[in-house]
């Protein structure tokens, strides 16, 4: 039985490494070099060669390098009976936590002002009266980490799943109507929503007219959740009135795209939380071992809801 790292746009030679460095009785493969593919029982993958699953014969279950895994679900050559796992740990979590605080308390102390006013020599103290409401689309294994972050600063917390249930101290909604409520509710909405059939598109005129006058949209979900035209038409209204991108339809971001040079645009490159090699490694050899033992791999996911 084989393990095979498929990540073509990654360099996979450090991940090996600590996965060997792990469990150095592990037949590791690097894509594209498969061997004999027939022995390839668990595959890793980020943005695979669409093909690549028509090729391994005996694969048993497939995880997503990172926490989405809306680059697998759909993929049509991955057998029904192939369990679809993906690698989210705490360390994920916890970056993601970080990123999103730390958006979020920029714009809110106004930080970028007072590096201004350096360059001026300018003395201008100013501090906001009251703490944000934060708004989580999603209360799942990030959106748990980043509300805990969050409540640690004593802001509002709200949240939106499809169950309705959410972490504790949480204030919850769902369903359409909850949707409206959370978008009007929030300083900050931060969308942290799988990519699914359901949720693509989510973020659109719709939503944006709920939302508060000057507040902000944060997206590191995927770009396929926002509609781009509508968010740059709601930018002119104010509503958001700033937004955080850090995931695009198109990545890299084309060069001539409007995000880059908006001036109420803030765009990072899909880096709000990467995975990382050594977290990756041990979550890797885990769900590889359950695999190998019958079980589902690490983050199952369900096939037909889509995460
Ligand atoms: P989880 O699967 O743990 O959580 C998903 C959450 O979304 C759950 O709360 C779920 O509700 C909710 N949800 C799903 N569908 C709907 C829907 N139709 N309506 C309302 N709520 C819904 O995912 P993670 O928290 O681990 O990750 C979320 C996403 O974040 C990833 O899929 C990925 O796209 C993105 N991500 C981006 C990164 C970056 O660097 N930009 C890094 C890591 C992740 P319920 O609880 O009821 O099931
Ligand atoms: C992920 C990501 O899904 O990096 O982990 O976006």
């Known amino acids: 039985m084989a393990l095979?790292?498929?990540?073509?746009?990654?360099?996979?030679?450090?991940?090996a490494r600590h996965i060997r460095d792990q469990d150095p009785s592990i037949d590791l493969r690097i894509w594209p070099a498969l061997g004999d593919a027939s022995e390839i029982a668990f595959a890793l993958a980020w943005k695979p060669p669409g093909k690549l699953f028509e090729q391994l014969p005996n694969l048993r279950a497939v995880s997503s390098l990172g926490a989405g895994v809306d680059a697998l679900i759909d993929n049509p050559a991955i057998p029904h009976g192939v369990a679809i796992g993906r690698l989210a740990g705490p360390r994920l979590a916890a970056n993601m936590a970080a990123y999103l605080v730390a958006t979020v308390v920029a714009h809110w102390k106004r930080l970028p002002r007072f590096f201004e006013d350096q360059q001026k020599r300018r003395w201008r103290p100013w501090a906001p009266e009251s703490p944000p409401a934060v708004g989580l689309l999603g209360t799942g294994k990030m959106g748990q980490r980043s509300a805990a972050a969050f409540a640690a600063l004593e802001f509002p917390v709200h949240g939106y799943s499809r169950s309705g249930r959410g972490p504790e101290g949480v204030v919850m909604h769902s369903g359409e109507q909850g949707l409206a409520e959370i978008a009007g509710i929030s300083d900050y909405l931060i969308n942290l929503l799988p990519l699914t059939n359901t949720t693509r598109g989510i973020l659109a005129r719709s939503l944006f007219s709920n939302m508060k006058q000057g507040s902000t949209l944060i997206n590191v979900g995927r770009g396929e959740h926002l509609v781009e035209e509508d968010l740059l038409e709601a930018l002119e209204a104010g509503r958001p009135g700033f937004a955080v991108l850090d995931v695009f339809r198109q990545e890299p971001l084309a060069e001539d795209h409007p995000f880059w040079k908006h001036p109420r645009v803030f765009v990072t490159p899909h880096c709000a939380s990467i995975t990382l090699t050594v977290e990756a490694a041990e979550l890797a050899v885990e769900s590889y071992r359950r695999v190998l033992a019958g079980?589902?791999?690490l983050g199952a996911v369900d096939r037909e809801r889509g995460y």
């Open 4 to 15: 095979l790292i498929a990540t073509p746009d990654r360099d996979a030679v450090e991940l």
């Open 295 to 297: 079980k589902p791999p």
